[in-house]
């Protein structure tokens, strides 16, 4: 499935949301994976936990969450630098059903908030591998129709450091 592009809000309609998904994922990973950007095409970054939260910014805490492990279906043996990084036991991703199978949870999650809230993160690294595991999946992103706030640029621009 093609990936739709990602539209960034600004920094004023980031001021102006009453409302974010932060999301926070963990994908397989090896030793070289920064350094080389998961440049092996037999070694992509797959979905191995998704974790999301509702929070709305006059509220005095997260109202809703949403996590999920994922079995990666290219390389279902973790790395032992992933496991020591994540702090993961092999058997709790073992255990966990495909993306095919907690996409439909995740969506229906997302579903119950409306449309227009955007998912926010410090970076845009999160929405742009899960976006491509679902295509690899045959599915689509879960989030694509919501906007995201790319948490460190918004920053930067406010600090007048462009990034």
Do not use: K
């Amino acid at each position: 499935m093609p990936i739709a592009p990602l539209r960034m809000l600004s920094v004023d309609e980031f001021l102006q949301a009453r409302e974010v998904i932060l999301i926070d994922c963990e994908f397989t990973c090896w030793e070289d994976s920064q350094r080389t950007w998961w440049a092996d095409p037999r070694r992509p970054p797959e979905v191995i936990e998704i974790g999301l939260a509702r929070y709305a910014f006059d509220e005095a805490r997260g109202a809703d969450t949403f996590t999920g492990f994922v079995r990666p279906r290219l390389n279902p043996r973790l790395s032992a630098y992933c496991r020591d990084l994540l702090g993961l036991a092999q058997e709790t991703v073992d255990a966990a059903p495909l993306l095919t199978d907690v996409a439909p949870r995740l969506s229906a999650w997302l579903d119950r908030l409306p449309p227009g809230v955007p998912t926010c993160g410090w970076g845009t690294i999160d929405r742009e591998f899960v976006a491509a595991d679902a295509g690899r999946a045959g599915l689509p992103c879960p989030f694509a129709a919501r906007p995201h706030a790319d948490v460190r640029a918004l920053c930067e621009r406010v600090l007048g450091r462009d990034p």
